[in-house]
């Protein structure tokens, strides 16, 4: 059975034990929910893709402590290979690490050998984040060493952002989940590559809104488009991803703004397709019942609404609620799920983009069978030596 735990002391040294004897665990942070194991420990690593059934060609994001927070400190600490990088891409990785860490940025930077490819997928980069959550971070500290963590879900699936989600994902197939409340932000960190020739490439938007990147490194970044089957260069990039069970819609306009839809949705197409026909709106914002009311006269469909955000759209608000009111949808006796973009210039920018960047892959053709993907090189054991302590503190 697993267990939630309560985030006292004891149960925070209790969960940081079994991390350091190479266990894993839910934990959480301030962006969602993630599936820890130590990020230099092969054996744990193959734990947490086994039990997320995630493919091994796409890397995990590894955690880090604060003390580490500059490029000197992670070379020190065996998790980068500076020596890869010029002179300018070193000045914008440390100005990134020193504005933005801790906090929900990830950056790619070019591995240290010690870094096992189970963790790279064989990529010769890793991607590293400081989380700000501070029963992470006291995990970290007791540790003395670095973690992987995944978001604590089913490959594929709607992430969790509260101890409850993981649970409905991963009971039974780990011990513990570190209860941390709901996660502030709600959505995954935003990921950028940082290339030998100080290129900076956004691989996925997400907490830390690109607008801030570039504004601080006084350039447009490089923009990746998403892959729709194997070797991604980040975690979150295949093109069908953070998808709930149900089929999903994405809409190109609000409900109340729409004079038609479009033909999947039509009465006869929802009839000949689904047995109930039954809805599920995902609301960006404002009257949710008037919302479903309109919807359920043009598909002739019953129609239950959730909403992003209570009154007046606020990107903040509707980024906390996004995945869970998506998980309420995808549990409720419904067909399908359609969802509203979010409004006007918000879409583009700040946690918008990274909102419509997540319904926008929800939406997408669901990946082919994970059998049919090849896999990436993986190392079969961790013989090599890390210099690091096994166990907590």
Request: glycine content about 6%; some cysteine; proline content about 9%.
């Amino acid at each position: 059975m697993t267990k939630i735990l309560s985030p006292t002391p004891d149960n925070v040294e209790l969960v940081a034990q079994v991390l350091g004897q190479g266990g894993i665990a839910a934990i959480p942070t301030e962006t969602v929910y993630g599936l820890a194991g130590l990020a230099l420990h092969p054996e744990a690593l193959a734990h947490i893709f086994d039990s997320k059934e995630r493919p091994h060609f796409d890397p995990l994001i590894v955690h880090i402590p604060t003390l580490w927070k500059s490029l000197a400190a992670l070379d020190e600490a065996n998790l980068v290979d500076s020596k890869m990088l010029g002179p300018l891409a070193k000045k914008r990785a440390d100005l990134l690490i020193h504005e933005l860490w801790p906090g929900p940025l990830t950056l790619v930077l070019p591995k240290n050998a010690l870094v096992p490819d189970i963790c790279t997928s064989g990529l010769p980069t890793v991607a590293l984040r400081m989380p700000r959550h501070p029963l992470t971070q006291r995990l970290l500290e007791l540790l003395g060493q670095p973690l992987a963590a995944p978001s604590a879900n089913r490959f594929g699936r709607i992430s969790p952002t509260s101890a409850k989600d993981v649970l409905s994902e991963l009971d039974g197939r780990i011990q513990y989940i570190l209860d941390g409340g709901k996660c502030e932000i709600g959505v995954e960190s935003t990921v950028i590559a940082i290339a030998p020739d100080g290129t900076v490439t956004l691989l996925r938007p997400g907490g830390t809104p690109i607008e801030a990147i570039e504004a601080l490194l006084e350039i447009p970044l490089v923009r990746q488009e998403r892959v729709s089957t194997h070797a991604p260069e980040a975690p979150g990039m295949i093109e069908s991803h953070y998808a709930p069970r149900k089929p999903l819609i994405l809409l190109s306009a609000p409900v109340l703004e729409l004079s038609d839809l479009p033909e999947t949705l039509q009465p006869g197409t929802l009839q000949s397709r689904f047995a109930s026909g039954k809805i599920g709106l995902l609301v960006a914002s404002g009257n949710k019942s008037q919302s479903a009311l309109k919807l359920q006269e043009l598909c002739g469909s019953p129609v239950i609404a959730r909403s992003l955000c209570a009154a007046d759209w606020n990107a903040a608000e509707a980024s906390r609620n996004l995945f869970s009111q998506m998980r309420f949808l995808d549990e409720f006796d419904i067909d399908l799920i359609v969802a509203e973009p979010c409004p006007g210039p918000s879409a583009k920018d700040g946690l918008g983009f990274a909102i419509m960047d997540r319904l926008t892959r929800a939406a997408a053709p669901r990946n082919a069978p994970m059998e049919d993907l090849p896999e990436a090189p993986i190392e079969k054991k961790a013989e090599k030596k890390t210099g690091l302590k096994k166990k907590a503190k």
